[in-house]
């Protein structure tokens, strides 16, 4: 949603966003990931160091059944402030 729309800076779009979830993280462990410009391992790298500390990988749910038993490796971030 643009900016305009939603009353809030282009700097911070969803200002009230506390999670986010991004799947098929797993493809990079696949080793398909380049088939799919580095995959949503490379967004989600991208996106926290753009980010500037706002989110960060959530552990709780990423570990939940054991280091990275998901098909969304990395892919549990939430809000830091």
């Not at 900016?3 to 993280?25: K, N």
């Not at 080793?31 to 410009?37: N, P, S």
Request: hydrophobic share 35%; aromatic share 12%.
């Amino acid at each position: 949603m643009p900016a305009e729309t939603t009353g809030t800076s282009s700097a911070e779009p969803y200002p009230l966003l506390m999670s986010i979830q991004l799947e098929d993280g797993i493809l990079s462990d696949m080793l398909v990931a380049d088939h799919y410009a580095g995959g949503p391992a490379r967004a989600i790298d991208e996106f926290l160091r753009a980010s500037d500390g706002r989110y960060a990988i959530d552990r709780r749910y990423c570990d939940y059944f054991g280091r990275n038993v998901t098909w969304n490796v990395h892919g549990y971030l939430r809000r830091q402030r």
